[in-house]
């Protein structure tokens, strides 16, 4: 199983629709976890951390199922420029050993 | 809003060749990294300084690889003999929490070697 597994998509979807990608990681032992947003070409950049008891930013919700070991990005409303690569990103410490862990990420592409 | 400067946005160089790579990370940031991406792949962690030191190096940053914080605001990168495998973004990156808090990213140094 990959450290942190994501569906590479693309996913198409009209504008104003709601979407949602899950990525899941194989070590229970992880601590923290992002979802960060790359536009072709550019560096990614920090969209929200995940917290236990789930976060919401506008539009966006995050989810952390422990037990599952997966963490989920929603989109409500999207619009166009929410079209990008979305990347999970897992930090795990493991014998005082921190460990990032990018997601290959998943492309979003919001249609007229 | 504060940012991660890095330059060169794009370097060329032949094989063998050794390459700096350099960042400018936002200025109270005490943890600084290295990321690469390969094109088509996925983001990989290089390394990690802290403290004016190492802190967590991953199994690609091996002995061609070496990184400075030669002053207050500069942290580079060296790759002592490049490979055409070391073709890739560079992305600098620094955070004044530490890894477990997300962290701002430069615009990354594209390299290609020929």
């Known amino acids: 199983r990959k450290e942190v597994e994501q569906d590479p998509g693309p996913f198409n979807v009209p504008e104003g629709a709601t979407v949602a990608f899950n990525c899941t990681y194989s070590?229970?032992?992880?601590?923290?976890f992002f979802w960060y947003r790359q536009d072709c070409r550019k560096e990614p950049k920090l969209l929200m951390s995940?917290?236990?008891s789930g976060n919401e930013d506008g539009r966006f919700t995050a989810q952390l199922n422990r037990a599952s070991q997966y963490i989920s990005l929603l989109i409500r409303d999207s619009k166009l420029s929410d079209s990008a690569t979305y990347l999970c990103?897992?930090?795990?410490?493991?014998?005082?050993?921190?460990?990032?862990?990018f997601g290959i990420g998943t492309k979003l592409q919001v249609i007229p | 809003e504060p940012e991660v400067t890095q330059t060169p946005s794009h370097q060329v160089t032949q094989m063998g060749q050794e390459v700096i790579l350099r960042c400018v990370p936002i200025?109270?940031?005490?943890?600084f990294y290295w990321y690469r991406q390969i094109l088509g792949q996925k983001v990989e962690f290089l390394v990690s300084?802290?403290?004016?030191?190492?802190?967590?190096k991953s199994e690609i940053f091996d002995d061609q690889f070496s990184v400075e914080r030669p002053d207050g605001s500069n942290f580079t990168l060296k790759i002592r003999s490049t490979k055409l495998e070391d073709s890739a973004m560079y992305f600098c990156?620094?955070?004044?929490?530490?890894?477990?808090?997300?962290?701002?990213f430069g615009s990354g140094t594209r390299l290609t070697v020929v």
């Open positions: 990156a620094s955070s004044g929490r530490g890894i477990g808090y997300g962290y701002t």
């Open positions: 070590n229970s032992a992880s601590q923290s």
């Open positions: 995940v917290y236990s």
């Open positions: 990103v897992v930090n795990t410490n493991s014998g005082g050993y921190q460990k990032v862990t």
């Open positions: 200025s109270n940031h005490l943890y």
């Open positions: 300084f802290y403290n004016n030191e190492i802190s967590e």
